[in-house]
């Protein structure tokens, strides 16, 4: 399932195999979520389901519901 891959990206990019993501999830929730992380995931989000986001759409990320929201609007099915 593809909530699962997300979450996987997330652990990745952060360093933390125990963190699990929900909607509401912001980067005040996450260690080390600053603008240097949040640009590493999106490129890891892209590159892992094959899509490219707008800068608008980049802009509009401030929870992972909105990643989410973004990734169904791709096509991912999460």
């Known amino acids: ?5 997300v979450q996987n990206v997330f652990r990745e990019v ?3 195999d125990d963190l699990v ?4 999830l912001t980067a ?7 603008s240097f992380n ?13 899509i490219e986001f707008s800068t608008d759409e ?6 992972v519901g909105d990643i989410l929201e973004v990734l169904r609007k791709n096509g991912v099915d999460c």
């Open 28 to 34: 005040r929730d996450v260690k080390d979520w600053d």
């Open 58 to 63: 980049i802009a509009g990320f401030s929870c």
């Open 14 to 16: 952060f360093g933390r």
């Open 38 to 50: 949040h640009i590493n995931l999106v490129i890891k989000l892209e590159s892992t389901f094959g």
């Open 1 to 5: 399932m593809s909530i699962e891959r």
């Open 21 to 24: 993501i929900t909607p509401e």
